[in-house]
């Protein structure tokens, strides 16, 4: 019997996600998932070892005391903030309390392509757009979608999304508009600055990059009171651990170490798109904390991807139209960019 039968026929209809290799050991140079490469606050590991002593006990159903450090830092009302198990399951929270099967969801492409998934499994139909440049493309706004992600910076890119077209696309649209800010921090600007006047807009943000804290999962949504105690009614009961909430509630109180690690990736960020720059490779001007190589003056991303690997260097190579020419290379130590340099001629 095919176990096929045993799924509903939009999961078995679905390709999945792929994300970035994980490999085991420690032999390679990871620079393909967008981690940080220092870690995270002593104080955050201080605060996890304290909270393992408490696991007996069910952690806060609503974080309450991360969604209050949270709206401190923010400049926002506790209510106005949604914790999750990582930025992922706050978008999937989104879609599967707005959509209703064969409503729509939009967004610019090439973006993170988790966006696709989500949205099929919730029997959502999906509208992909071509994306030219930093712009939000017309057709995102035409399609009338009940939700339309926006990503910025924008994945595998780095592009940022100038705030007055993300203002713009939300004032016209009658969905929910969300602005997915995982690499905000290593940017200029945030939609946070412009949420109070869009009641359909959801910011969402990661603890993974910026503050370090990848491995623990955690993430925060921000939006209008009301429309944050929607989403509150589709969430898993426990969806975040003791740990997590402790370790967040840390991270942001020693805001200052996340904002020094910030400051190192751009100037390393700098130095390394400058170096490629003159080597002939096409670098975009990223925002975030990896640079997009467009490859095709040393043979095609593949090729690139492969001769970096050979030689101890693990990058993203995305084999999907318009994107099969070039890499995606996380923002690692200087050490660590340096070997990525050096093989790449640059």
């Known amino acids: ?61 609503n974080a309450d005391a991360l969604r209050a450090k949270a709206a401190c830092v923010y400049g926002v009302a506790p209510e106005q903030v949604l914790v999750g198990n990582g930025s992922d399951e706050l978008l999937a929270m989104i879609l599967r309390a707005c959509i209703r099967e064969g409503d729509a969801v939009a967004y610019g492409v090439p973006t993170y392509s988790l966006y696709r998934t989500l949205a099929e499994s919730v029997g959502a139909h999906v509208i ?49 508009v969300v602005v997915d800010e995982a690499y905000a921090d290593f940017g200029n600007s945030t939609a946070l600055s412009i949420l109070a006047d869009h009641a359909n807009m959801v910011v969402t943000r990661s603890f993974s990059k910026s503050f370090s804290l990848a491995g623990l999962r955690l993430g925060l949504a921000f939006g209008h009171g009301d429309f944050v105690a929607e989403l509150i009614k589709v969430k898993d009961s426990y969806n975040v651990s003791r740990l997590a909430i402790a370790a967040g509630v840390a991270a942001l109180d020693d ?33 975030a904390n990896f640079v997009w190589v467009d490859c095709r003056s040393a043979g095609g991303g593949r090729a690139v991807y492969d001769r970096l690997r050979a030689s101890g260097v693990l990058v993203r190579h995305f084999d999907s139209e318009g994107l099969r020419q070039g890499i995606r290379a996380s923002i690692g130590t200087d050490e660590q960019m340096d070997v990525m340099l050096e093989v790449l001629g640059a």
């Open 1 to 61: 019997m095919s176990t096929r039968r045993l799924v509903s026929a939009t999961v078995a209809a679905m390709r999945g996600y792929t994300p970035g290799e994980q490999p085991e050991g420690g032999s390679l140079i990871k620079l393909n998932t967008n981690e940080n490469p220092y870690p995270c606050s002593p104080l955050v590991v201080q605060v996890i070892a304290d909270e393992a002593r408490r696991l007996q006990l069910y952690p806060s159903p």
């Open 128 to 176: 992909e757009v071509a994306a030219d440049g930093a712009a939000i493309p017309r057709g995102v706004a035409a399609a009338a979608a009940r939700v339309t992600f926006v990503c910025t910076p924008n994945s595998p890119t780095g592009r940022p999304i100038a705030l007055e077209a993300v203002a713009e696309l939300t004032r016209s649209s009658d969905g929910v």
């Open 255 to 287: 805001y200052a170490w996340m904002t020094g690690n910030v400051s190192r990736v751009r100037a390393t960020r700098a130095r390394v798109t400058a170096r490629l720059r003159a080597a002939g490779f096409g670098v975009e001007e990223s925002h």
